[in-house]
């Protein structure tokens, strides 16, 4: 359960935000479009993954990348972290770690997994979106206190998804500061 670096905190916040954690026995999966199939290289390499990242096509004729691994210690301290089968269920929060570079690499891990930034000519915006509004209120008081008068809205919407948003300036730090930390990210979301 011990978080020791970067690129585990983010892949904590990614898994919380896109793992995929069996009931029946160890296995954890990670799934996604195949666009981003090179951030499950980044984890198969993180983690020393053995098994294949297999490609298809849904019946909806998406192309998605998955990986699949099995290992009950891994199951166990995911669980530690609030990541269980169906954690849609179970309340989840920014982890308390003692290091800042650790919460703000799980937050762009959980970014990656669920969040965009959009620009236009006036504005820019960073989006976090959650089914769990307690996740997303641990990361506003995390951003609360670093950066001290921080605005942002935390809305609802029909389909009952939260959405973090914090807008122009300070969503521009939070990624400069997110990026700096030198952990693994997604580069699709980087580069845009």
Known sequence: TNIENVNQAWLLGFLAAD???SKENNSIKI?????DREILEKIKEEVSIENQISDQITN?????SEMKWSSSQQKQDLAFYGIVN??????MYLPNFQNDDLKLAYILGYYDG????TTTDKYCRFRICSHKKE???SFIEYFKVRYKDIRYSLNQDNRGLYELSI??????KILIDMY?????HLSRKYNS
């Open 167 to 172: 807008s122009t300036n300070y969503a521009i």
């Open 114 to 117: 669920d969040g965009s930034f």
């Open 135 to 137: 996740i997303l209120e």
């Open 60 to 64: 909806k004729g998406f192309q998605i």
């Open 86 to 91: 169906n954690k849609t269920d179970k309340p």
């Open 31 to 35: 799934a996604l479009s195949s666009i």
């Open 19 to 21: 793992g995929s954690i």
């Open 180 to 184: 700096n930390l030198k952990s693994i």
